[in-house]
């Protein structure tokens, strides 16, 4: 990154961190993974996996360090279940996790691919082997979703990306039963012109909840002469009114510039879907798909993320 700009994250000098090769059954890619620690403080991955038909399903892999000596399902860990849910009929995509204290289980909203186009639904797990699906809560065109881990003014909010023809907004939504999703709110707009993060934008892995706000690492997509440009950016949001944007970067922080986030099934992207955050309270480590193709780490500091914020007009 060119020095007179601040690097927010570093990425591991190993990357990328998973590959197919590293799969213990036959896959063409894997990328976009959730991540937790679990209570034994290791970091599990909840990885999208693409098969060679093009449908994705979700495997686990484990690591004691969240770095190497990844343990792999043998097997797909959630697979697509088109029989009692025909929404998942091409398969399953990009979860992100939150663990919910009030339920004392992990909420996995994912990506359901219809044969409408994609839209948001939800699985409900303890222990990443049993699973208790809830199907589709958000209808086609529909994606990058992510549970609050606690309920706003008695209500689950549901953060999300419905697609218009023209542009793509974060939403916020709200429940009271996690099935039956209303009271629609806008969080934050795409911008318009030549802005980084023009006319597309989702949210990325889930909110951080800190004493100033929910901050939020969201993606930006730009439309180039090449191709669409995939990018990171930040923006902090009221704990209690999580619809209220209280500051938006104008910069991206964070975009492809190594090989492996240049070239692959879709180039020109890098796309997180997870964090874990160290016993310190403050280092984050980032877990994104890298060109649609492999998984990557990068690592650094909510303090700085939000200072870099504080600092912006």
């Known amino acids: 990154m060119n020095p007179q700009y601040p690097e927010l994250f570093q990425r591991y000098k190993n990357n990328p961190i998973l590959t197919a090769n590293d799969w ?3 896959i063409h890619s894997v990328f976009n993974p959730a991540a937790m620690l679990q209570p034994d403080s290791t970091t599990l991955l909840l990885c999208r996996v693409e098969d060679r038909r093009g ?8 690591s004691n360090n ?9 097997q797909p860990t959630l697979l697509p279940n088109p029989d009692h849910f025909p929404e998942e009929i091409w398969g399953i995509e990009d979860p992100r996790i939150t663990y919910v204290p009030e339920l004392e289980q992990y909420a996995i909203v994912y990506t359901a691919f219809t044969r409408d186009g994609p839209g948001v639904a939800l699985a409900l797990t303890k222990d990443f082997r049993h699973f208790e699906r809830c199907g589709l809560i958000m209808s086609s065109d529909d ?8 309920r706003i ?15 793509a907004h974060m ?7 996690l099935r039956h999703w209303g009271s629609d709110k806008l969080m934050m707009k795409a911008r318009r012109g030549a802005w980084w993060d023009a006319n597309k934008i989702g949210l990325s892995p889930p909110p951080i909840e800190t004493s100033q706000g929910w901050l939020v690492i969201y ?4 439309q180039t002469a090449s191709g669409s440009l995939y990018r990171l ?9 999580p619809e209220r944007c209280l500051k938006r970067g104008d910069e991206w922080i964070f975009g492809p510039q190594e090989p492996y986030e240049l070239y692959g099934d879709v180039n020109n992207v890098v796309f997180p879907c997870g964090y874990t955050i160290a016993a310190d309270g403050d280092t984050l480590h980032l877990y994104y798909g890298a060109a649609d193709s492999t998984v990557a780490l990068a690592t650094g500091s909510i303090s700085s993320m939000l200072n870099w914020l504080g600092q912006q007009k």
């Open 171 to 177: 939403w916020i939504s709200f429940s009271d039963d």
């Open 219 to 222: 993606h930006g997509v730009r």
């Open 66 to 74: 969240g770095v190497d000596n990844w343990q792999i399902d043998p």
């Open 143 to 150: 994606k990058d979703a992510a549970l609050l881990p606690r």
């Open 153 to 167: 003014d008695g209500s689950w909010a549901l953060i999300h990306r419905p697609v218009s023809s023209t542009h």
């Open 24 to 26: 213990p059954y036959p």
């Open 233 to 241: 950016g930040l923006a902090l949001f009221d704990l209690e009114s």
């Open 55 to 62: 449908h994705s399903h979700l495997c686990a892999a484990r």
